[in-house]
Nanobody, 119 residues
Framework: AHLVESGGGLVQAGGALRLSCEAS????????AGWYRQAPGKQRELVAS???????NYGDSVKGRSTISRDNAKKTVYLQMNSLEPEDTAAYFC??????????????WGQGTLVTVSS
């Protein structure tokens, strides 16, 4: 079981990006999903999370500028980020709490996708 992140890149301040996190076919169900980020020299921090029921939680640094969503049929989680600032530059990691088809529970992390915001 694994996940694939995409959507990172270079964007100017004020711009927007949408990150995607797609779970592999062997994953039966995604429970809680989250996006985290880690800037150079800083600790990893929560950007946003979403429960299976759709309840969301956002880190203070992105609140009001980002939206996390999920498409259960596609086994994909999205992070829409608007009004990006240079301070948003970081590696963004997807985290999925999943159930496999054999009922095994796993906590998966992606390799990260880099977001760079230029001033």
């Amino acid at each position: 079981a694994h996940l694939v992140e995409s959507g990172g890149g270079l964007v100017q301040a004020g711009g927007a990006l949408r990150l995607s996190c797609e779970a592999s076919e062997s994953i039966f169900r995604i429970r809680t999903a989250g996006w985290y980020r880690q800037a150079p020299g800083k600790q990893r921090e929560l950007v946003a999370s979403i429960t299976q029921g759709g309840s969301t939680n956002y880190g203070d640094s992105v609140k009001g500028r980002s939206t996390i969503s999920r498409d259960n049929a596609k086994k994909t989680v999205y992070l829409q980020m608007n009004s990006l600032e240079p301070e948003d530059t970081a590696a963004y990691f997807c985290n999925l709490d999943v159930i496999l088809e054999d009922s095994t529970a796993l906590d998966l992390w992606g390799q990260g996708t880099l977001v760079t915001v230029s001033s």
